[in-house]
């Protein structure tokens, strides 16, 4: 769908919320807060409203910033700006674990591919790090030369691997062989980076930079493909995340304004500008159906949204 329609709001923590996404299976919200917190809202049957009982994942020191379910929907990957990445049990609330190592603001952590034993995070200490869970460590330090605001995991076309792919305040997306720590390529953008997110069924990656605009790149040919800008949008703050939609025909972003704008692919034309609160919407994604989308801003609220 596209959003346009605003169906249910709430607090959903003390102050920004800094990261949200749903879970593979639709059945539940994670959002993550300034207030040092993970939220796990469970979405009612008509998956329009959340049950305002949420479980509460604590430990971290500092802002959540970036938040993932592993496939299974038992665990949550947490990055926080205490330079820590968390990894959390849904079944009981606990710390499974605490991947220290970064002497900066930990601003993305991911699993690689579909291999749940394996993390990616990265960092504003100019470093990506590859994490094995079965051991609780650090397996290789990648420096990747610049502050890195968001990382994903692309699995390979054959074989087993991946390529990451980093995103960076020098304005520059790299693309790594996992086998190795030379960067397999780059290319750099007018703005520094703020976001990545990846369709794999096109091989498509959308990026979101400062210069208040989302790119798509075709990652066959490693090409910029089309742009999305409008009047008004403006990037809220510098790891802002811009999402697709789950079929790929649409992307879309949150403002500085307050509001969540929402393009289609095919024409490039923007479809919705949506209305959030009044404070800069900074965070928002697609529930896996692609029936509903949701959006956070710096001012407490959730906004679930519908066509």
């Known amino acids: ?42 979405l009612k049957p008509d998956i329009r409203t959340v049950d305002p009982n949420c479980t509460i994942l604590s430990g971290s020191k500092a802002s959540i910033v970036a938040l993932q379910f592993d496939p299974t929907c038992k665990v949550v990957l947490a990055a926080s700006n205490d330079n820590i990445a968390r990894i959390w049990n849904l079944s009981d609330q606990a710390c499974k674990h605490t991947l220290t190592g970064h002497s900066a603001k930990v601003m993305a952590a991911k699993f690689l591919a579909e291999d749940t034993q394996k993390v990616v995070t990265g960092s504003h200490d100019r470093t990506l790090k590859l994490w094995d869970l079965t051991q609780n460590t650090c397996f290789r330090t990648v ?5 890195c605001n968001d990382v994903i995991a692309v699995k390979g076309k ?14 520059r997306i790299r693309f790594w062989d996992i086998r190795s720590n030379a960067t397999a390529s780059e290319i750099t953008l007018p703005g520094k980076i703020s976001s990545l997110d990846h369709f794999a069924e096109r091989q498509l990656l959308l990026c979101c930079s400062q210069d208040d605009t989302l790119r798509l790149i075709d990652l066959r040919q490693n090409l910029i493909s089309a742009s999305f800008s409008a009047n008004g949008f403006k990037v809220g703050v510098d790891w802002s ?30 479809k919705s500008k949506n209305e959030h609160t009044g404070s800069a919407v900074v965070v928002c994604g697609w529930h896996p159906s692609g029936q509903l989308f949701a959006s956070g801003d710096r001012n407490k609220k959730v906004i679930l949204w519908t066509s």
């Not at 959903?12 to 949200?20: G, K, M, N």
């Not at 420096?143 to 502050?147: L, N, P, T, Y």
């Not at 074989?159 to 980093?166: F, Q, R, V």
Request: glycine share 12%.
């Open 241 to 270: 995340r811009a999402c697709f939609s789950p079929d790929g025909q649409y992307v879309a972003a949150g403002s500085a304004d307050g509001s969540v704008f929402v393009w289609e692919v095919a024409s490039g034309r923007m």
């Open 1 to 42: 769908i596209c959003p346009s329609s605003n169906v249910h709001q709430f607090d959903a923590h003390e102050s920004d919320v800094s990261a949200l996404c749903f879970s593979p299976d639709g059945t539940c919200l994670a959002t993550g807060g300034s207030d040092k917190v993970v939220k796990v809202w469970t």
């Open 143 to 147: 420096f990747a030369g610049s502050s």
């Open 158 to 171: 054959s074989g087993p691997g991946c390529t990451l792919i980093s995103g960076h305040l020098d304005k």
